[in-house]
């Protein structure tokens, strides 16, 4: 199950918080804010999906996330790999690394990390 823009934008603001009422979601957002409704809209549609929940205190509910952050764009990458570039991880790599103009520096950043996790798989 995938998020919209939107829903995409609350979320962020959630996972930050890592708990918020809806006063502390619309004070997350930059001006213009968005209207109450409409951000109670978002967070229906993110319950019905499984990604947010929440505790009621009172007639205020308390929004947490079900699901990490890491996690949910793990799965895009992961999925976008395999939609996108033939299930390749390496088509992929070559992809970001020519065509987002990457600094030296952060090309080496790259380098490192990838031997990095090289070491741990020889473990």
Do not use: C
């Not at 809806?22 to 997350?28: G, V």
């Not at 996330?65 to 799965?75: G, M």
């Amino acid at each position: 199950m995938q998020l919209s823009n939107s829903e995409e934008q609350l979320m962020e603001h959630l996972w930050k918080l890592e708990k918020a009422f809806m006063k502390d979601l619309l004070e997350a957002f930059p001006e213009p804010k968005p209207a109450t409704t409409t951000v109670a809209t978002l967070l229906k549609r993110m319950i019905d999906k499984n990604f947010v929940a929440y505790k009621e205190f009172g007639n205020s509910r308390e929004y947490y996330p079900l699901v990490k952050k890491s996690d949910y764009f793990s799965k895009h990458v992961n999925g976008l790999i395999k939609n996108f570039f033939n299930d390749s991880a390496s088509q992929f790599a070559s992809f970001f690394t020519t065509s987002t103009n990457l600094t030296e520096k952060e090309l080496e950043d790259l380098k490192k990390i990838i031997d990095v996790e090289l070491q741990k798989k020889k473990k």
